[in-house]
């Protein structure tokens, strides 16, 4: 939320944030929860980082086979992953 005020959204920020906590969770080898990986690639396709996108979205297939189904629609979804 502290992210997005007064309707513009600070991707770069989101980006840091996220990318920080991974490095945490790595630095401590603790697991990331869920999503956070997805939530990543997301950010990193609205700020225009494509690659670092789709590894993303396979690390969180990888470390959450559930997920695929989720990753794939939102891979679909996206106009610059057209396949």
């Known amino acids: ?6 309707g ?7 980006v840091g944030a996220v990318e920080e906590t991974l490095q945490k969770a790595q630095a401590q080898g603790k697991s990331v929860p ?3 990986h997805a939530h ?3 950010l990193y396709f609205n700020t225009g980082r494509e690659m670092e ?6 690390m969180e297939r990888s470390l ?3 997920s695929e189904h989720f990753v794939n ?8 992953a057209a396949q």
Do not use: I, N, S, W
């Not at 939320?1 to 007064?6: C, D, F, R, S, T």
């Not at 996108?53 to 396979?58: D, G, K, L, N």
């Not at 629609?73 to 610059?80: F, I, L, S």
């Open 1 to 6: 939320y502290a992210h997005h005020k007064q």
């Open 8 to 14: 513009t959204t600070d991707y770069a920020a989101q």
């Open 34 to 36: 869920p999503g956070l």
């Open 40 to 42: 990543l690639g997301m």
């Open 53 to 58: 996108a789709r590894e993303q979205f396979a």
């Open 64 to 66: 959450f086979p559930e």
């Open 73 to 80: 629609y939102v891979m679909k979804a996206q106009p610059e």
